[in-house]
């Protein structure tokens, strides 16, 4: 860890020293003196040493109660670790020292630097309402904001060194990139890079004209797509796996469950008393819940054997039991849920994801899927199916995608 030690926490630290009155906060002061006194060829020693000693300080005010040293102290571990600025460090030292002294460098560029910032829009507020007189207030402040937005991504001017130029738009697309980037592109930092295609011109042009570059994001998604799949085909044999994990590997991955699914909604509780595991909106705007149980770790089996056929067991009547009164709940709250929330309950559908064809390994599995496949020709309303049926599913539609 970098400790900072220098002349600016020697000032603040004497300063401690003059309001500390208890003897054992200044003999651990003492201690902090000495330590940063110790350096070679005059600098001053820092490193966990220095953090341990002042850590020392803070506690020993602390059970003298003198509750103003504990808060220097803290500003002094702060600005020794780099939490606060050295600036703003020694702005705060010296105008608790002296609130009447004149503005420092650093105050004077900021005073300066607002001042100038404030004229320039100032200057565009006028010249928009040069160009639309009509414009009322409120017009003129989102003409203000808009530009200020686009101003974070400010060029040089090629033709025109030493010149800047804000274009207008800017941050509109370095929005809409970061969600691509975040939604369906594994990189770092989605802003970071957006912000880095939009302030280059030539990039930006690329991205918007070359046919290429969709094929690009369009590879990106499928390798995206295939390692989401991955994971959740590793978690669905996991026999240690829990209706938790096999959630967490199937979160933002709606296009898992079919083509006919837009998106996935944020509010998993919609009816008060129940909490849908993941909540899918169908192209048409209808909700679609899916109800999670678990996998490979499914304490009883998917179908038993009776009167010469395989059926469903319990287990499988009970999630869909349970799915089946989430619907109702549904249909109760309708008009709340669709005037609140945007979402459309009405013809509201359910899946059931449970078991693997393997916690049976006795049964084909063949049977085990022509059981749930009679048992769903039967449900309106909703559909059970395994976990292995869905990773193939998806598989199947991944490869005619790409």
Not at 166 to 175: D, H, K, Q, T, W
Not at 202 to 215: F, K, N, W
């Amino acid at each position: 860890m970098n400790v900072r030690s220098d002349f600016a926490l020697q000032l603040q630290l004497e300063h401690v020293a003059e309001r500390a009155v208890d003897p054992r906060v200044k003999g651990t002061l003492e201690a902090v003196f000495k330590h940063m006194a110790g350096g070679r060829s005059g600098h001053r020693r820092g490193g966990r040493t220095l953090i341990t000693l002042l850590e020392k300080v803070r506690s020993t005010a602390a059970t003298a109660d003198e509750w103003q040293v504990v808060r220097l102290v803290q500003d002094s571990l702060d600005y020794a670790e780099g939490r606060i600025l050295r600036p703003d460090f020694e702005e705060r030292y010296r105008l608790f020292q002296r609130s009447t002294a004149p503005l420092t460098s650093h105050q004077d560029y900021l005073a300066r630097t607002l001042s100038a910032s404030l004229s320039f829009f100032a200057q565009l507020a006028n010249d928009y309402l040069d160009q639309h007189p009509e414009a009322n207030p409120s017009e003129v402040l989102a003409h203000v904001d808009s530009v200020g937005r686009d101003a974070r991504y400010m060029q040089q001017s090629q033709e025109r060194p030493g010149r800047y130029r804000i274009l207008r738009g800017s941050a509109e697309v370095a929005a809409w990139l970061e969600q691509v980037f975040h939604e369906r592109v594994d990189v770092d930092d989605p802003e970071r890079t957006a912000r880095r295609i939009v302030m280059s011109p030539d990039s930006l042009a690329i991205l918007a004209a070359d046919r290429e570059g969709q094929l690009l994001l369009r590879a990106a998604e499928v390798q995206r797509r295939r390692r989401g799949l991955k994971v959740l085909r590793k978690t669905a044999e996991d026999p240690e796996a829990n209706e938790r994990d096999l959630q967490r590997a199937l979160d933002g991955q709606h296009w898992i469950f079919g083509g006919q699914f837009a998106s996935q909604a944020v509010q998993r509780r919609l009816v008060p008393g129940d909490e849908v595991d993941i909540p899918l909106i169908r192209g048409d705007g209808a909700l679609h819940i899916v109800e999670l149980k678990r996998s490979m770790s499914l304490q009883g089996s998917l179908v038993k054997r009776h009167r010469g056929c395989w059926v469903p067991t319990a287990d499988v009547h009970d999630a869909v039991s349970q799915a089946v009164n989430y619907l109702v709940g549904l249909d109760e709250h309708r008009l709340r849920i669709r005037d609140e929330l945007g979402i459309e309950t009405r013809r509201a559908s359910a899946l059931v994801l449970i078991g693997h064809p393997s916690v049976q390994p006795d049964v084909a599995e063949q049977d085990i899927n022509e059981a749930l496949r009679t048992l769903n020709t039967h449900m309106s309303r909703v559909e059970v199916v395994t976990y292995k049926e869905l990773v193939e599913n998806a598989g199947r539609a991944l490869s005619g995608w790409q």
